[in-house]
């Protein structure tokens, strides 16, 4: 199965950067992306192993599990 299958999907359009996906991921796929006015998570497919956990503590519900996964 291909990583992008696995992975869930993110959209950074509502991330409020509470950097609790950070925490949640244990391979660190996701990471902190800030700027002065704005910051996001950001995630790397290529570490993605498919736990979905950062689905599960997400507030703005920034992260989707994808069908193909677990």
């Given at each position: 199965?291909?990583?992008?299958?696995?992975?869930?999907?993110?959209?950074?359009?509502n991330c409020?950067g509470?950097?609790?996906?950070?925490?949640?991921?244990?391979?660190?796929?996701?990471?902190r992306?800030?700027?002065?006015?704005?910051?996001?998570?950001?995630?790397?497919?290529?570490?993605?192993?498919?736990?979905?956990?950062?689905?599960?503590?997400?507030?703005?519900?920034?992260?989707?599990?994808?069908?193909?996964?677990?």
């Amino acid at each position: 199965m291909r990583k992008s299958n696995i992975c869930p999907s993110f959209s950074s359009k509502n991330c409020t950067g509470c950097w609790k996906c950070v925490s949640a991921c244990p391979q660190k796929a996701i990471h902190r992306i800030g700027f002065l006015w704005h910051r996001h998570a950001a995630l790397y497919r290529a570490r993605c192993i498919g736990c979905n956990r950062c689905v599960a503590v997400c507030p703005e519900g920034c992260f989707t599990k994808r069908s193909g996964g677990q």
